[in-house]
């Protein structure tokens, strides 16, 4: 079973966490680091399919972060590039990544 994930980008992405977690966000260090567009988690493949992760100019790709409920380790970026200052994304924009999921995050 797979769950899917379509926002737009509407909050600020460098707002510290507090209490409750965005579900379009990845964190690190209780700070987003990215958001994410059409997330479909894979339980059964211990994956989460990102069709974008944009934002992410302070996401650390080599250390896990933590998505909804999950941590979770990117393994694969398809295409990263680096948006133009006009555009609706601004930052980093990793497309097509796969993560493992590690486990679950404490609460």
Not at 60 to 81: K, T
Not at 91 to 96: F, H, K, N, S
Request: net charge negative.
């Amino acid at each position: 079973m797979s769950s899917n994930l379509n926002t737009t980008a509407g909050a600020p992405a460098w707002q510290p966490a507090s209490g409750t977690r965005e579900d379009d966000a990845l964190y690190q260090n209780d700070r987003v680091v990215g958001r994410a567009l059409a997330a479909r988690v894979d339980p059964e493949a211990r994956e989460i399919r990102f069709g974008e992760i944009y934002r992410s100019d302070e996401l650390l790709l080599p250390d896990d972060c933590e998505f909804r409920n999950y941590r979770i380790l990117i393994q694969h970026v398809g295409f990263a590039s680096k948006e133009e200052r006009g555009a609706a994304h601004k930052g980093r924009v990793l497309r097509e990544a796969v993560a493992e999921i590690l486990g679950f995050r404490e609460q």
